[in-house]
Structure formats: structure tokens, C-alpha cells
């Protein structure tokens, strides 16, 4: 095996295992969970990414309303800008080590993804933690 090979077979090779152990930490220290949404919070911010040979210059404007931000995408001055999104869903929930009921926090980074206010989603809550939660 070459040493481009080799290096990439190891890259895969602990990649594969971090994502395993990701999984196998989801499923023994996390119980699925219906939770409640209370409260969406959605900010965006436009960013650009100039590539010089090997060095990245990022441009990125302050956090603004996503509307704002879609819009000034559109605009010249800000061409080749990407929309960012920032979008927290506040939820209550039932924790599964002792009943209690619990709020806590889901970060999503795609309005399609993005739950409204009232829905019922689910998402995983720490068997051993009380206050920590995670998505998927």
C-alpha cells in the first residue's frame, strides 16, 4: 500500500470509529423523548469565503433578522455572501431518570429543518444527566 493510501485508509479507518462510538454513546446514555417547543429564536449572519492558494479569508456581517439577511444576499454589495442561519428551539420536556419536567435547548442550522412553536418533536435526553439533551 502506497503512503497516500495507507494515510487515507487511517483517516477513514478513525473517522469510521468516532462516528461508531458517537452512535453507541447516542443509543446507551440517551432515551428518545417527546418534547415540547416553547419558543423559536432564529438569527443569520451572511458570510463569504475567499480562498488565496492555501489560505481562507472568511468575510462574515453581524447577526440580523433572517428576512434582512436573505434580502441583502440579493444585493451586489454583498455578492457571493451565503445566508448563516442561528435558529433555537426551546423546549420542555420530562427528563427519563426521574420525571421531573426539564427545559432545554436544540440548535438547528436550516430553516426547513426548523420546528414551530407548539410542535411536539423528538430528541434524546440523558439517561444520566438531567439537563442534557441532544438532537437525533
Known amino acids: 500500500m502506497g503512503s497516500i493510501?495507507?494515510?487515507?485508509?487511517?483517516?477513514?479507518?478513525?473517522?469510521?470509529?468516532f462516528m461508531g462510538y458517537d452512535q453507541v454513546v447516542k443509543v446507551t446514555q440517551y432515551e428518545p423523548t417527546q418534547m415540547l417547543?416553547?419558543?423559536?429564536?432564529?438569527?443569520?449572519?451572511?458570510e463569504?469565503?475567499?480562498y488565496f492558494g492555501v489560505a481562507t479569508k472568511t468575510s462574515t456581517t453581524?447577526?440580523?433578522?433572517?428576512?434582512?439577511?436573505?434580502?441583502?444576499?440579493t444585493l451586489?454589495?454583498?455578492?457571493?455572501?451565503?445566508v448563516k442561519y442561528h435558529i433555537v428551539a426551546y423546549v420542555d420536556y420530562f427528563s427519563p431518570i426521574d420525571q421531573s419536567r426539564q427545559?432545554?435547548?436544540?440548535?438547528?442550522?436550516?430553516p426547513k429543518?426548523?420546528?414551530n412553536l407548539g410542535d411536539q418533536v423528538w430528541a434524546r435526553a440523558s439517561k444520566k444527566?438531567?439537563?442534557k439533551i441532544r438532537r437525533g
Open 5 to 17: 493510501t495507507g494515510q487515507l485508509v487511517l483517516i477513514a479507518g478513525a473517522v469510521s470509529a
Open 37 to 46: 417547543v416553547t419558543e423559536v429564536s432564529s438569527q443569520c449572519h451572511l
Open 48 to 50: 463569504k469565503k475567499s
Open 62 to 73: 453581524g447577526k440580523m433578522d433572517c428576512t434582512i439577511a436573505e434580502i441583502g444576499a
Open 76 to 82: 451586489d454589495k454583498f455578492k457571493g455572501f451565503k
Open 103 to 110: 427545559s432545554g435547548k436544540l440548535y438547528f442550522k436550516k
Open 113 to 115: 429543518n426548523m420546528p
Open 129 to 131: 444527566d438531567i439537563e
